[in-house]
């Protein structure tokens, strides 16, 4: 699970980056295709995972997991349609309500 979320997160920074720091005559649209093909490939899988996982296990991978699909809906909502992704949402929310979250929010 670490290994999927770390993958979400770098393939959403790669798609925030083309986006903001390439001019917008300059993207490359075949590099966006490829990387968010591998974003979704990503949280398919943590998808498939967490609909098999118990809720209560506050791991290193669920952790990674929720902080991923957070950063992407906070970052690339338009690209990652949550509602294709019903496990990952319901494990983010459960994950935020804990109190290590609520702690340090998204701002």
Known sequence: ???LALAACEKTVQIVYEHN????E???????ERVTGQLLA?????EKR?????D???TQGAIS???AWSFSQFTVASVVNAKAFPHLQRHARQLEEHPAFKRYPIE
């Open 1 to 3: 699970m670490i290994g």
């Open 21 to 24: 720091l390439r001019p917008a």
């Open 26 to 32: 300059k993207l490359h649209e075949p590099w966006l």
């Open 42 to 46: 990503a949280y398919s899988a943590l």
């Open 50 to 54: 967490l609909a098999h996982a118990p």
């Open 56 to 58: 209560d296990a506050l």
């Open 65 to 67: 997991a929720a902080v």
